[in-house]
């Protein structure tokens, strides 16, 4: 089984719609919690961390849920600028843990 | 600048050769992570050095990798006897040394074998 699953999407949702991104890891000791943002042909840039009390930076919410071992990100008011492949990334221990990418596409 | 630098950006190598790839962290950053990226697929962990100390290289997948950072700062991942199947890009990451702190990627290598 893999430390995180992430679903692949894609995701191809219109300009100012909600989307929402899930993740779920299999090791109960995960003690951080991270969301990436990955531009084609870049590398992959902090977007947010997770905290446990759920957390937001502009139209980007974040939220663990421990009993249930998943993240999630929710982008409200899509952009264009928001087309990205979005990467849940576990920490557990020393190691980092990442999904495979959420891919998504804002359309005009 | 700040950020962790990788070189080459690009590497071509005919399958047999060695490769040496580079990655200088963010100044401070105790800890050092090596990744290989396929395409559609994200960052599998390859290695870990707190320091100059290899903690982890459970990721390494053949004895043909070979990472070190002899002095804690820069680190070099040389790929011995290249394969077809090595063609990835390859990530380096830094931290500092708490355990709640994000990594911080650099540019990343494309290493093609043909």
């Known amino acids: 089984r893999k430390e995180v699953e992430q679903d692949p999407g894609p995701f191809n949702v219109p300009e100012g719609a909600t989307v929402a991104f899930n993740c779920t890891y299999s090791?109960?000791?995960?003690?951080?919690f991270f969301w990436y943002r990955q531009d084609c042909r870049k590398e992959p840039k902090l977007l947010m961390s997770v905290y446990s009390s759920g957390n937001e930076d502009g139209r980007f919410t974040a939220q663990l849920n421990r009993a249930s071992q998943y993240i999630s990100l929710l982008i409200r008011d899509s952009k264009l600028s928001d087309s990205a492949t979005y990467l849940c990334?576990?920490?557990?221990?020393?190691?980092?843990?990442f999904g495979t990418g959420t891919s998504l596409t804002v359309i005009p | 600048g700040a950020g962790v630098s990788q070189s080459p950006r690009y590497k071509v190598a005919k399958r047999g050769q060695d490769v040496a790839l580079r990655c200088d962290p963010i100044?401070?950053?105790?800890?050092l992570f090596w990744y290989q990226q396929a395409l559609g697929q994200g960052p599998e962990f390859l290695t870990y050095f707190q320091n100059e100390a290899q903690l982890d290289k459970s990721g390494l997948p053949s004895d043909r990798f070979f990472a070190e950072r002899p002095e804690g700062s820069v680190s070099t991942l040389k790929i011995q006897r290249t394969q077809q199947e090595d063609s990835a890009v390859y990530l380096c990451?830094?931290?500092?040394?708490?355990?709640?702190?994000?990594?911080?990627f650099g540019d990343g290598t494309r290493l093609s074998i043909l």
């Open positions: 990451a830094s931290k500092l040394g708490a355990s709640n702190q994000p990594q911080h």
């Open positions: 090791n109960s000791a995960s003690q951080s």
């Open positions: 100044s401070g950053h105790v800890s």
């Open positions: 990334v576990v920490n557990t221990g020393n190691q980092f843990y």
